[in-house]
C-alpha cells in the first residue's frame, strides 16, 4: 500500500516541494524514514504512533517505510508529522486520496494529536503559490503568517482529526485571510515619535526599515521593528520575513506577523 503526501521545507530563505512518501509492506512492525532526515525527523515516528492511536485510528503493524524526496538535501524539524501521519492513514484508505496532490501539509505532532507550530511557514506559502497549489493545511498559530501571501488558501487545523475530516469532506474550514493595510497602520500607531519622517519617506512609495539594539534592559520602542508603506511591494515583505525567520528574529520584533 502506498500514499504520497506533499508537504515543503526551507533551504536558506526559500521553500521547495518535499514528497512524502509512504509504503505499507508484510513484515515484521518496523517504521524507518529515508530522505536524509536528521534528528527531529527520525524521531517523528515516535510522535505519529501516539498521535494517531490517541486520535482513535488504527496504527498498522506492518514495516512502514517513509521517504522524504528529494532525498539529497537534508530534512529538518518537526514539519513532517502531520504529512507523515496522514500518508500512513491514506496509505491504509482511512483518507481519501483526492485532495492530497492538491494541498501542502505541514505541523508537528504532539502525543495527543494536536497540531503545534513550525517554523518557515511563509517562504512556504510562496513556494506552494508559485508552484500552483491550491492551499496549505497547517497549524492555527502559523496561519496569519502564511496568509500575507495571496493566491492561496491558507487553512488552519487544530488537531490531526482535524486534517482527516477536511481531507476526507467531513469538515469545512475557512480560509485564513489577513488585511496588510491594517497591519502595517497598526505597527505604525506604536511609534508616534517615528512617524513624521516615516510618513515623509513613505510618501514617493519607498520602504522604511527601523533598526535598533534587540537587548531585554531597553525598552519595546528600541526594539528592532519594521515598518513598510500599504504601497510597498508584496515581494519586498515577505522577502524580509523569509529573512527574519531564517536568522531567527523573533516575531514580536518584525514588526508584523
Known sequence: ??????????????????????DIAQGLPAFATVGLPEGAVKESKDRVKAAVKN??????????????????????????DLPMAIGILAATEVVQKSKLAHYFILGELSLDGQVKPIRGTLPIAVAARDAGYRGLLLPRDNSREAAVVKGIEILPVDTLTDCVQFLDGSLHIDPVEVNLNEIFK???????PAKPGALRLLA????????????????PMDRTRIALSPQAR????????????????????RGFT
Open 1 to 22: 500500500m502506498l500514499a504520497r503526501v506533499l508537504s515543503s521545507a526551507v533551504f536558506g530563505i526559500d521553500a521547495y516541494v518535499v514528497e512524502v512518501e509512504v
Open 204 to 219: 514617493p512609495q519607498r520602504g522604511l526599515i527601523a533598526i535598533g539594539k534587540e537587548q531585554e534592559n531597553l525598552k
Open 234 to 253: 508584496i515581494h519586498d515583505r515577505n522577502a524580509y520575513s523569509r529573512k527574519c525567520q531564517t536568522l531567527g528574529v523573533p516575531r514580536q520584533s
Open 55 to 80: 486520535c482513535g485510528y488504527d496504527f498498522p503493524s506492518r514495516r512502514i517505510t517513509v521517504n522524504l524526496a528529494p532525498a539529497d538535501i537534508k530534512k529538518e524539524g518537526a514539519a513532517f
Open 186 to 192: 497598526t505597527e505604525m500607531s506604536k511609534y508616534p
